[in-house]
């Protein structure tokens, strides 16, 4: 019941107080906000779909963060570029110098992160770079979010490949 009450807080507080959770949903109807949650009929609950959409960005101002001396700046300017994912494509060279020779391991771990936001479509091209990355790279939390990324470019030859989950 605590969960029911959460959702409809959130709702409420995040702009759908005009279409609040109803409590008469069957599973068949239609909801302008989402999808009925499975096995869930009998509370009416509703989620929103969610779809990742490519932010506009500035990729030209933000490549010349990406070289700044100053490692908050140039995260920053990868957390924007994640944001931008495809769009943030004309970048991808610069991206990968910072992956392969920042000195701050969050900086390359965001990198590694960013080429994962751009997807399959725009980051295919690095397969090479983030293959080297992965070989070359020290910091085991960067070496996760390089095989993250490789994943969602390249799973058929990822490292993580044919690897079953670890049980409790």
Known sequence: ????????????????EKHPISEDHSASSHHPYGRHLPGSADHGLWYDSVKAVSKEIDVVTLMEQLQSNRSEERLNALIELGDGRDNAAPALDAILEVLTSDKDAKVREMAAYVLLQMGEKSAKPAMAAIK??????????????????????????SPSQGMTPAGP
């Open 1 to 16: 019941m605590l969960l029911i009450e959460s959702l409809r807080f959130m709702r409420q507080n995040h702009g759908h």
């Open 132 to 157: 080297e990355a992965y070989a070359k790279e020290k910091n085991p939390t960067v070496k996760l979010n390089i095989v993250n990324a490789w994943n969602a470019i390249e799973p058929e030859t």
